[in-house]
């Protein structure tokens, strides 16, 4: 990808929104490395996967010689982004948003490179120029800058401002304040000429090379990225279970792995032009491939390997994949308790049983079955296993062997339906 390709390319793989002065931005790149950044707020102590595009447009910029800053909102985190929100936002204490503030950092760091010279990536906190500034030099330096008749008629805060019951109030009213003076302050700063975000940050985008010019006479740049939605219409990275988060705690490498296999043939390859470094003709060439063999596509596990070892690395990956194999074939030997513990997290169906509890007991409270008599009659059809093993005994009850690492039984059902018990 060349820089002066760079805003071309993104347009080609279909993660490029809207863009200020293209013409004039596509010749600063050309001219050589410039400095971008992109804001996350901390609104809950992990980044999602509607995080992870922006992230990687600023790792798409670095790869090209541009040095990228992540910028978390250790300030602007506390007053709340009315971005197309119907309700205002619940406002967090700074202790938590600190403490948000610190594990964002660790998710965002491994994704770009901090130690390549000029390019070397910043993680910054808007925090640190917000925390001193008194509300009257707020006022004055900043406010005076920003018409009311302009922001009210920016299409967030309409929106806010016909609903009777919910409204908007001053707090979240002057986040565009805050974000616009951060793109002036950067600049500044580092000699930021870029930012990125999504598209509902286009208007705070906008206010911040506004910002930026009046305050420093200097010309910048804005850069969006879509939203992004699924073929079916319902929101990227939301399933019936919640968001898919970056931290292993809030969603299991396991569970983010069978999120990218059950990827939607008509989304796969559009995702793998959003979420990897693949190059557009090996993308292009994997659908032609996949649409003339007679067996299953191959883009999914393709994107599903490529996303989770970015994610959580070579070993997430290899106990994803364990634990995927392991469940498809009925075979659970390899299993480590780290693997069953994922399952329990977010895997599948969990209950939690005391020790006298018989195989009936087991299959009710797991959900497997709905009726002692129906246990009986599938137990003894032979389509039960214990820990992989067949088991057609319906008085039977369980023994110290059973329980895997002393805690845990995998039940199945036939060949798809499975339930762990965590004995008590």
Same mark, same amino acid.
């Given at each position: ?65 541009? &040095? ?16 197309? &929100? ?69 299409? *967030?805060? $309409? ?12 707090t979240e009213f002057s986040y565009n304040l805050l974000q616009a003076y951060d793109f002036a302050n950067l600049n ?23 910002? *930026? ?29 919640? +968001? ?5 705690? $809030?969603? +299991? ?16 390859? &559009? ?26 596509p191959n883009a999914q596990r393709i994107l599903a390997d490529l996303v989770t070892r970015m994610i959580h690395g ?37 209950? &939690? ?17 709905? +009726? ?19 088991? +057609? ?7 110290? *062997? ?6 845990? *039984? ?15």
């Amino acid at each position: 990808m060349e820089n002066e390709n760079l805003i071309k390319q993104l347009q080609e793989r279909g993660i490029l929104a809207q863009v200020t002065h293209r013409e004039e931005l596509i010749k600063r790149l050309a001219e050589g490395p410039l400095t971008l950044y992109c804001g996350f707020d901390p609104t809950a102590d992990s980044l999602h996967l509607g995080h992870l595009v922006p992230l990687l447009c600023l790792k798409r910029f670095q790869l090209e010689g541009h &040095k990228p800053i992540a910028l978390l909102g250790g300030a602007t985190g506390l007053i709340g982004d009315p971005c197309f &929100k119907a309700n205002e936002r619940r406002l967090n204490t700074q202790e938590t948003v600190s403490e948000w503030v610190t594990k964002i950092r660790r998710q965002v760091t491994p994704l770009l490179n901090f130690d390549c010279d000029e390019k070397s990536a910043i993680v910054a906190n808007n925090y640190d120029w917000f925390q001193n500034m008194n509300i009257i030099t707020f006022l004055r330096d900043i406010g005076k800058y920003f018409s009311v008749n302009q922001m009210v008629k920016k299409e *967030t805060i $309409k929106q806010r401002l016909i609903q009777d019951k919910a409204g908007i109030s001053f707090t979240e009213f002057s986040y565009n304040l805050l974000q616009a003076y951060d793109f002036a302050n950067l600049n500044k700063l580092y000699g930021v000429e870029l930012q990125i975000g999504g598209s509902d940050q286009w208007g705070n985008i906008i206010s911040g090379i506004d910002l *930026t010019r009046r305050l420093h006479q200097k010309q910048v740049w804005g850069l969006t990225l879509p939203l992004i939605t699924k073929a079916d219409g319902t929101k990227f990275g939301k399933t019936e279970h919640g +968001s898919i988060w970056l931290d292993s705690n $809030k969603t +299991s490498p396991y569970r983010f792995y069978q999120f990218w296999m059950n990827t939607a043939d008509k989304d796969v390859y &559009k995702f793998l032009k959003f979420f990897t470094f693949m190059h557009l003709n090996e993308i292009n060439a994997l659908e032609e491939k996949d649409k003339n063999s007679c067996k299953a596509p191959n883009a999914q596990r393709i994107l599903a390997d490529l996303v989770t070892r970015m994610i959580h690395g070579t070993e997430g990956l290899a106990a994803a994949k364990r634990i995927t194999n392991s469940l498809f074939y009925g075979i659970i030997g390899e299993l480590t308790k780290a693997d069953f513990n994922q399952l329990a997290q977010d895997g599948i169906p969990m209950i &939690k049983l005391k020790r006298t509890a018989d195989l009936i007991d087991a299959l009710i409270y797991g959900e497997l079955q709905k +009726s002692r008599r129906q246990a009986r009659k599938t137990i003894a059809s032979n389509a039960i296993s214990i820990n992989g093993h067949k088991q +057609s005994n319906p008085e039977y009850r369980f023994n110290d *062997t059973d329980r895997l690492f002393g805690i845990f *039984t995998l039940l199945r059902r036939g060949k798809k339906d499975y339930c762990l018990v965590c004995w008590t």
